[in-house]
T-cell receptor, first 114, second 111 residues
Framework: GAVVSQHPSRVICKSGTSVKIECRSLDFQATTMFWYRQFPKQSLMLMATSNEGSKATYEQGVEKDKFLINHASLTLSTLTVTSAHPEDSSFYIC??????????FGEGSRLTVL | QQQVKQSPQSLIVQKGGISIINCAYENTAFDYFPWYQQFPGKGPALLIAIRPDVSEKKEGRFTISFNKSAKQFSLHIMDSQPGDSATYFCAASKNFNKFYFGSGTKLNVKP
């Protein structure tokens, strides 16, 4: 299957700082990437759809100024959690669709805000 | 409105048994139905997927049954093994533009 790499896998930061999470498609070009948030024992909540070369489309209720998404190339999308607070602590997962349409996920990033 | 409903929330199966997880969807325009397997602390991994033009797809011990008229699809895991213990998510998509996920089923296969 296709490989989507996400980094870092774990990050701990102080309240008020910003954290950047990278998502790379390693063996295919992804014009569309998705960012999800997952709370413990819950399903995946779509945060935004990231399209290469254009602005991300955010789901209702997701603060675009809080969660900055950049899709600078066909293989890289980044999620920056700005001025992070403890309530932003969560498991963030990116995914990418390849040309066949199949959706592949990264390994996820566990963010803990102290 | 929840686009994809999944049941049961949790499932316990003995080793060698059959695990069955069910999903129902609302939008008849959905044309792609994948299943994902997620282990704790990891991202979901694509397990198997089906398009609505077939009623069944089998890959190894994993089978998807699809009932278009009932708007339901299910995952069957034959000869379930302890290593299959994970959380399973069904999903649905139209033209791969957006994926709607079920609430997940935590499967525990007892040795």
């Amino acid at each position: 299957g296709a490989v989507v790499s996400q980094h870092p896998s774990r990050v701990i930061c102080k309240s008020g700082t910003s954290v950047k999470i990278e998502c790379r498609s390693l063996d295919f070009q992804a014009t569309t990437m998705f960012w999800y948030r997952q709370f413990p024992k819950q399903s995946l909540m779509l945060m935004a759809t990231s399209n290469e070369g254009s602005k991300a489309t955010y789901e209702q209720g997701v603060e675009k100024d809080k969660f900055l998404i950049n899709h600078a190339s066909l293989t890289l999308s980044t999620l920056t959690v700005t001025s992070a607070h403890p309530e932003d602590s969560s498991f963030y997962i990116c995914s990418a669709t390849r040309d066949t349409g199949e959706l592949f996920f990264g390994e996820g990033s566990r963010l803990t805000v102290l | 409105q929840q686009q994809v409903k999944q049941s049961p929330q949790s499932l316990i199966v003995q080793k060698g048994g059959i695990s069955i997880i069910n999903c129902a969807y609302e939008n008849t325009a959905f044309d792609y139905f994948p299943w994902y397997q997620q282990f704790p602390g990891k991202g979901p991994a694509l397990l198997i997927a089906i398009r609505p033009d077939v009623s069944e797809k089998k890959e190894g011990r994993f089978t998807i049954s699809f009932n278009k008229s009932a708007k339901q699809f299910s995952l069957h895991i034959m000869d379930s093994q302890p290593g299959d213990s994970a959380t399973y998510f069904c999903a649905a998509s139209k033209n791969f533009n957006k994926f709607y996920f079920g609430s997940g089923t935590k499967l525990n296969v007892k040795p």
